[in-house]
Each structure stands twice: as structure tokens, then as C-alpha cells.
């Protein structure tokens, strides 16, 4: 169908402003615009409960912050169940800041607590910094869920794009390390290591997420040509040290039309679901990439948000 007429007025106004692309600044600069843009098409933040900024160790002795989002009052006596998420950014740009106002969501629409991680970026932190922390946030949770009123056993990962590579990966690591898990909440997820599909020729200039500041934020984060194969980066095709991806968490997987990465979010549904595991895939009509984060302005953006936060509650036995 055609481009939602909200989102085509989204990518006219940024036409009009002539700002430069992510790909045409350095790291520092992309980081200051985004953080700046991120929150001017979000939903209105919802008040929580609970708001703490939390630091959580590494494995390489660094600490690293945390938001956990609690949108009621913990229940002591039955300990909620908690979202995981990853913010996007091309493993570059994004904090717990940009992704602020869609973590309350979260926590409020899901009826559950968020731990919203702050991983550390490329180019100072190149791959596989962004996955080691993602999973070490996980696993400091799983040990800790008692101090914060959450229930290990209702666990969930999530993220969008960048972050929604990392819980992929996450999702199969807690498997392996014995931690169970309910949902992975996968939005746009990018999850090949070359921009080889229809959908990457197709979308390539014109809807947001342009091939160029895609280019652009691989080379920030990966090392050598190498790491493209590994499959914590490609989880679709990486043949470096691929695992077996039988029997992990069920997924909820969230494509939009005119998205650069649909086609690869697509077909790692469909390489989940061959192996057997349980699917759920979206694809939302008319919508460019970043579309989740546009709730205030493209009205359509809100049966999404209640999506994502059904499946959640569905996976947390909540309804």
C-alpha cells in the first residue's frame, strides 16, 4: 500500500530541513542529533511508579547504566514479570534517553517492569562490546530479580533495529546459559551482515533509513570484514560460531513496509519458525523504519504499540 500520509509528511519536513545524514558526521555529532530528534514524534511519557537510574558490572570491569521502569507499585508478594530492552542506533547512536518515553509504554501497556540498557557504542566500543553488554545486563537481572520485585522466571528481551540484534542474540545465548525466557520482542530487527536484499535495493534512499548510513554505521561498529559473518552481528546468515537456533524464547517480530530491514526481519522469521520455534510476525503497512518511536505524530503508530504490549502480556500469562 501507499506511504501512510503522517509518515510521508515526516519525511517531507525532514527534506525540507536539509540536515546533514547520520553518515555525513562523526559518531559524537550523530549522537548529539539524535538525541536531540528522538523525542519530537514520541508519545507523550506516561508517569511511573518507580524511575531508577541503576549501574550494572561487565565482564571487562566496566559499569554500564541502566533505567529500570516500574509503573506501578511492586507487588513483594507476587514479583512482576520485566522487559529487557535494547535501544536502536546502529550500535552508535541511542541511550536510554532517546528510548525513554517507548520503555514507559512498556512498562505501563505490558504491566510489567522495564530495564531499559545503556550499552556501550561504536566506534569506541567496537563488536562484540554491544553484545557482551546486552547479555551481561540480562544475566545481572536474572541474579538480581528478587532485590527489584521480578519474577527470573518471566523474562523477556526486546529491542528495535540495533537493539533488536541484540536480543536475537540474547535470546539464544540465555538458552544455552539456562536462563528461560518468555518473549523476544523484535522490532525491525537487523539481522544480516550485507545489505543484499530486495528490500536493502528497493528502500535505499528516500524512506529515512538510507543504504549509506547503513554502510555507515556497520563501519563504526564492526572490526574487520570478519565480523559481518559472525553470527552475533548476522543472525540471519553469520556462519562465524553460528549455534543451533532450535528452541528459543518465542518471538514477536515487527516489520514495516517501507523499511530497508524488512526483508531480513522477514526471513529470520521464517529461518525461527523452520527450526520450530514459535512466531509471531507483523508487518505494518505504509510504515518507513523508526516508526515505533513516531506514536505522536502518526496516529496509526498506537495499534503497533498495543501489539507489542499483547504479545507481552500474552507471554507473561497477564491475559
Not at 4 to 24: C, F, G, S, T
Not at 26 to 46: C, D, M, N
Not at 140 to 146: P, S, T, V
Request: proline share 6%.
Amino acid at each position: 500500500m501507499p506511504l501512510n500520509p503522517k509518515i510521508e509528511q515526516v519525511l517531507d519536513m525532514i527534506e525540507r530541513a536539509k540536515r546533514p545524514q547520520y553518515h555525513e558526521m562523526t559518531a559524537q555529532q550523530a549522537r548529539a542529533s539524535y538525541e536531540k530528534s528522538a523525542p519530537i514524534l514520541e508519545i507523550t511519557s506516561a508517569p511511573m511508579f518507580t524511575l531508577d537510574d541503576l549501574h550494572i558490572p561487565t565482564r571487562d570491569g566496566a559499569a554500564i547504566r541502566a533505567r529500570l521502569y516500574q509503573a506501578v507499585e511492586p507487588g513483594w508478594a507476587e514479583p512482576a514479570p520485566a522487559l529487557v530492552y535494547y535501544h536502536g542506533g546502529g550500535f552508535t547512536v541511542g541511550s536510554v534517553d532517546t528510548h525513554d518515553a517507548l520503555c514507559r509504554m512498556f512498562a505501563r501497556d505490558a504491566q510489567c517492569t522495564v530495564l531499559s540498557v545503556d550499552y556501550r557504542l561504536a566506534p569506541e566500543h567496537r563488536f562484540p562490546t554491544a553484545v557482551d553488554d546486552a547479555f551481561d545486563a540480562l544475566t545481572w537481572l536474572h541474579a538480581h530479580a528478587a532485590e527489584f520485585a521480578v519474577d527470573a522466571n518471566r523474562l523477556a528481551v526486546g529491542g528495535d533495529s540495533a537493539g533488536g540484534t541484540l536480543a536475537t542474540v540474547c535470546a539464544v545465548l540465555a538458552r544455552d546459559a539456562g536462563i528461560h525466557l518468555a518473549l523476544q520482542l523484535l522490532i525491525y530487527p537487523g539481522t544480516t551482515g550485507y545489505q543484499n536484499t530486495g528490500s536493502h535495493s528497493r528502500l535505499a534512499n528516500g524512506y529515512l533509513l538510507t543504504g549509506d548510513t547503513i554502510q555507515w554505521f556497520f563501519d563504526q561498529y564492526v572490526r574487520d570484514k570478519g565480523d559481518r559473518d559472525d553470527w552475533r552481528f548476522a543472525p540471519l546468515d553469520g556462519q562465524r560460531g553460528a549455534p543451533d537456533f532450535s528452541g528459543v524464547a518465542p518471538a514477536w517480530i515487527a516489520t514495516a513496509e517501507y523499511d530497508p530491514l524488512s526483508d531480513e526481519g522477514e526471513a529470520y522469521a521464517e529461518k525461527l519458525r523452520a527450526l520450530g520455534n514459535s512466531v509471531t510476525l507483523k508487518r505494518y503497512p505504509g510504515m518507513i523504519h523508526e516508526f515505533f518511536k513516531m506514536g505522536g505524530y502518526v496516529p496509526e503508530v498506537a495499534h503497533a504499540h498495543a501489539d507489542a504490549a499483547a504479545a507481552l502480556r500474552a507471554a507473561f500469562g497477564l491475559e
